[in-house]
């Protein structure tokens, strides 16, 4: 019975020594190294996280309503501008706007869509196409787009571009700047 309890003591301790994370063999086999740098890395993300969230809130600007200007952004083009209008006149975030163009073709052509485009600090976060399908003579056109700006806009230089197109080619465009 004292030899069932030895060698059932020695086979624990081996055990427990062949599986302890101290054992080369077994951190080898179960790739340990690899998930500690895995958890040291998420905790240093996590750690980055919270510091640029602290760091964020304690210096984050106070946003406020921003001026708006529009722009025909490609003259003299087959579709010639001649209003361009922009409701409100001030960037609100919550509340809705409206880009409105008109002019006049030049030149029969076919409208496929308009193209909008954001763009924060010159880089591209949103795009969407909205069809418009039509086949203008010479004459008077108008396009425009409405939305609304969201209450989480983020802070910065924002450029957003209405592009009337046919395909891929571009016949007019109307491009707002604002700061928020």
């Not at 485009?117 to 108008?142: I, R, T």
Request: some cysteine; glycine content about 4%; charged content about 20%.
């Amino acid at each position: 019975m004292i030899k069932i309890r030895v060698f059932t003591l020695i086979l624990c301790t081996c055990i427990v020594f062949v599986m302890s994370s101290d054992n080369p063999v077994t951190r080898k086999l179960l790739q340990l190294e690899e998930v500690e740098q895995v958890v040291e890395k998420q905790l240093n993300l996590d750690k980055f996280l919270a510091a640029a969230s602290e760091e964020y809130i304690l210096q984050a600007p106070v946003l406020k309503d921003s001026p708006i200007t529009i722009v025909d952004c490609l003259p003299g083009s087959v579709l010639r501008l001649t209003n361009i209008k922009v409701t409100p006149t001030e960037i609100q975030k919550g509340k809705p706007i409206s880009m409105k163009a008109a002019g006049v073709f030049t030149a029969a052509s076919d409208v496929t869509n308009l193209h909008i485009s954001a763009v924060l600090n010159g880089q591209e976060l949103f795009k969407n196409d909205v069809a418009k399908a039509s086949h203008q003579n010479p004459g008077p056109y108008s396009f425009s787009y409405d939305n609304n700006v969201p209450t989480f806009t983020p802070a910065g230089h924002w450029e957003t571009y209405v592009w009337c197109m046919n395909g891929d080619v571009k016949l007019a465009c109307i491009k707002a700047t604002f700061d928020t």
